[in-house]
């Protein structure tokens, strides 16, 4: 009885909240300011798809690009937060400007794309919190497990290979603190006493654990990248032959003919879904919606996906997709069933509360210490 009273009590506090937060959304997109401020990952502000959003609202567009998660957030809290109307943000970024309160919530009834949205993506805990929604998932792409066919013939079917000492020198993994999820995956299968159920939600022993590992795998590491580009060159000039990657890098080394091939491991894989997010502060809040509406279009969502390598979120994006390049869909994975989908542990910015209840989990500021401990 006293547990379903709390439930009963933590539900009605949930739907206070979201009612809450629903009587402050706006009800309807009014003409547009005329200005509207990106934050975003470069090529997510093509011309392709921004001089025909000006030419239709109205709203010119101003771009800053950045490199990193940490650089968004950093460049979002600039000036209080006032510089930007919306950030097209990765799930290890979402949760951090929630919580900062840099973003608000988003009314998805403005949203109508939001129906086509494919069901895993309408409500994620990187960009919904206790039934707010403070984003729109925009595209998304796991990190598959690439490596050079003609040195290794044997595929793979495992992330051991990374971890392997017969792969000495040629193996490439992200330069990136959310990088230690992938080992923390790994080792959710490979050592289930740790008892890590999620490999974003890691307490101290569980994080040591995944440091161990991490430290071994460390002198067996060509080079930790940072762009896609990098990984790319490293395995046209065979100084990789294995290594975490997306499915961007696969197709295009195997455009330019490098025998690569990819796959998601027994053990699952992470992966990433960015969320174009309005800006507590912002100044052009119409633009702001018109602005995701345009790119949450079915057309704009495929050349997003083509022009960047990723996989859309719009469901009526596939037939676009394969209308400008014939298979595109699939070999993206824009059909993806649920099954796929399960597979994958998508992006999340670790925070003290675990998922199961207790507040005894790393934040992402521990989980940048401890990479930076991985590289030293």
Same mark, same amino acid.
């Given at each position: 009885m006293k547990g379903f009273s709390a439930l009963l009590l933590a539900t009605c506090c949930t739907a206070m909240m979201a009612q809450a937060y629903a009587a402050d959304l706006p009800t309807s997109v009014g003409k547009g300011e005329g200005d509207l401020n990106v934050v975003a990952w470069e090529g997510y502000a093509d011309d392709a798809w921004v001089k025909p959003f000006e030419q239709q609202s109205g709203c010119k567009v101003h771009r800053k690009y950045v490199g990193s998660s940490d650089e968004m957030v950093a460049l979002t809290r600039m000036g209080g937060g006032k510089g930007f109307d919306v950030v097209s943000a990765s799930g290890d970024a979402a949760l951090r400007l929630i919580f900062g309160k840099n973003v608000q919530p988003v009314n998805m009834s403005l949203i109508p794309a939001y129906a086509d949205?494919?069901? +895993? %993506?309408? +409500?994620?805990?990187?960009?919904? #919190?206790?039934?707010?929604? !403070? *984003? #729109?998932? !925009? +595209? /998304? *792409?796991?990190?598959?497990l690439m490596w050079n066919t003609k040195t290794i013939t044997t595929?793979?079917? =495992? /992330?051991?290979? $990374? !971890?392997?000492? &017969?792969?000495? *020198? #040629? $193996?490439? #993994? @992200?330069?990136?603190?959310?990088? $230690?999820?992938?080992? &923390? %995956?790994?080792? =959710?299968?490979?050592?289930? +006493?740790l008892g890590i159920t999620d490999p974003y939600e890691l307490t101290q022993p569980q994080m040591d654990a995944v440091v161990a590992l991490l430290k071994e795998q460390r002198p067996l590491v060509k080079k930790y990248w940072a762009l896609a580009s990098d990984e790319v060159d490293l395995f046209k000039s065979g100084d990789a032959q294995v290594g975490a990657? /997306? @499915? !961007?890098?696969?197709?295009? %080394?195997r455009a330019a003919n490098v025998p690569v091939q990819d796959t998601i491991p027994t053990e699952g894989a992470t992966g990433w879904a960015d969320t174009w997010m309005i800006s507590t502060h912002a100044e052009h809040p119409n633009c702001a919606y018109l602005w995701i509406n345009h790119v949450m279009t079915p057309k704009v969502q495929a050349q997003q996906a083509l022009s960047f390598g990723e996989t859309p979120a719009n469901t009526k994006a596939c037939a676009e997709m394969d209308a400008m390049q014939p298979g595109s869909c699939k070999q993206y994975h824009a059909d993806a069933s649920a099954a796929y989908f399960s597979t994958i542990k998508f992006w999340k910015t670790p925070v003290r509360q675990c998922g199961n209840g207790q507040n005894n989990c790393l934040d992402y500021a521990a989980w940048q210490r401890a990479w930076q401990q991985v590289k030293q």
């Open positions: 949205l494919m069901p +895993e %993506l309408k +409500e994620p805990s990187f960009n919904t #919190v206790k039934g707010v929604h !403070y *984003g #729109v998932s !925009y +595209e /998304w *792409g796991p990190n598959v595929a793979p079917t =495992s /992330w051991s290979v $990374i !971890y392997d000492k &017969a792969h000495t *020198g #040629v $193996i490439t #993994v @992200p330069d990136n603190p959310i990088q $230690i999820a992938d080992a &923390a %995956l790994y080792l =959710s299968h490979t050592k289930p +006493e990657a /997306w @499915p !961007y890098q696969a197709n295009t %080394l």
